[in-house]
């Protein structure tokens, strides 16, 4: 029996009925359209499905999509104003900090949640904050300057 849910995803009203065993991540993908959100591992352990849900970092597979209910989500798709790109995004290009895509809406949702918290992390600090996130394409080092960087901008230095 399908549970109707209103929640806000990105700053804008949102409603969808789902099943009450339903993920996050397939609400997203499945009733919203929001296909951003990856699909890794299903069990949480590869960070591809990251949203930050009420300013903390979750991983969506391991939500229930009820649980949104009267909550704040934010996804990827939330990130860029229109066409200009947030920091985290121009400089994960300008770095070369992505190349297959799959963990890259994960890394960056992860980062956002990082300077949100802390605006002028160390390098340790930042490979711990992404540590629940996985590449395999690209290494971490571009990764880890990428986000080093969209901090200096964020922070007007």
């Known amino acids: 029996m399908a549970v109707l849910v209103s929640t806000t995803v990105n700053g804008d009203r949102a409603e ?16 919203l359209g ?24 979750v991983c969506s597979c391991l939500v229930l999509g009820i649980e949104a209910e009267g909550r704040k989500v934010e996804t990827v798709e939330g ?8 920091p985290l995004q121009t400089k994960f290009i300008e770095h070369a900090a992505l190349q297959c895509g799959v963990c890259t809406p994960g890394f ?5 949640a990082l300077l ?11 490979r711990f904050g992404l540590a629940g996130n996985l590449c395999r394409c690209t290494g971490y080092d571009k990764i880890v300057r990428a986000v080093q960087d969209a ?5 007007g230095a």
């Open 16 to 31: 969808f009925a789902c099943d009450p065993a339903e993920t996050l991540l397939d609400v997203l993908r499945n009733r």
């Open 79 to 86: 990130l860029a104003d229109g066409a200009d790109l947030h």
């Open 151 to 155: 901090a200096k901008v964020m922070r």
């Open 116 to 126: 949100e918290k802390n605006p002028d992390p160390s390098e340790e600090e930042i």
């Open 34 to 57: 929001l296909t951003g959100v990856k699909e890794g591992c299903g069990t949480g352990d590869c960070g591809s499905c990251s949203v930050i849900l009420d300013g903390r970092l």
């Open 108 to 112: 960056l949702m992860a980062a956002k």
